[in-house]
């Protein structure tokens, strides 16, 4: 699947964002513990930037043009903290990392709209691939070789890699009780669903 700025698609790999893409419904959400505890522990800014190896400044700067907002809790005013979820933690390295290798804001911007509106499905075995001008979904190994025959693909992220990579550090880092606010020092992102598992049991 193919994500050019504007949003419009061509043959398949399809466009990120497009309406084209046959998988866009298709597929089961595939979680790990860290996902299914999104919901209950949040990041602050400075743990997100840590994780996602990117500066505040960055950060700031990406939730206010609306890039990469926190889906837990904006900030309102001065004195409030931003609280980022796992997965926006995850988009704010994959963001990072297309940054890094030149691709356009615009496209960058299309590709995590894309993934908010997917849910996330799939991540564990997801290639994003980049020509540099456009941003191109791979939900296979067959789809990676198609687009380096036609040349599009100069290089990939593994969102499965980006997000294990993820977990790994905010499990050295503080997280945030959504419900309490409580702080979870050295939290893994997956230990607060297990907790409570083991205690409904």
């Known amino acids: 699947m193919r994500i050019s700025g504007d949003g419009t698609a061509t043959g398949g790999p399809y466009p990120l964002g497009s309406s084209a ?8 959400v595939t979680a790990s513990r860290a996902a299914e505890a999104a919901d209950t522990v949040g990041y602050r800014g400075p ?30 005013g001065s004195g409030t903290q931003r609280l980022y979820s796992f997965r926006d933690v995850v988009v704010l390295k994959i963001v990072k990392r297309f ?12 590709a995590v709209q894309h993934l908010r509106a997917r849910g996330f499905q799939d991540l564990e075995r997801m290639t994003l691939m980049s020509d540099g001008a456009t941003v191109y979904e791979c939900l296979s190994p067959d789809e990676v ?3 380096l025959q036609g040349g599009q693909g100069i290089f990939g ?19 945030e009780r959504v419900d309490t606010g ?20």
């Open 21 to 28: 893409d046959p998988t866009a419904s298709q597929h089961p």
């Open 157 to 175: 992220i593994a969102v499965g890699v980006v997000w294990r990579d993820v977990e790994t550090a905010l499990s050295q880092l503080h997280g």
């Open 145 to 147: 070789v198609k687009l």
């Open 99 to 110: 940054l890094d290798t030149g691709v356009a804001l615009q496209n960058i911007r299309a």
């Open 47 to 76: 743990t997100a930037c840590a994780a996602a190896g990117i500066t505040y400044r960055q950060l700031d700067y990406w939730a206010r043009t609306g890039l990469v907002e926190p889906s837990v809790r904006p900030a309102y």
């Open 182 to 201: 409580e702080t979870l020092i050295g939290n893994n992102p997956g230990d607060e669903l297990a907790r409570r598992r083991n205690k409904a049991g």
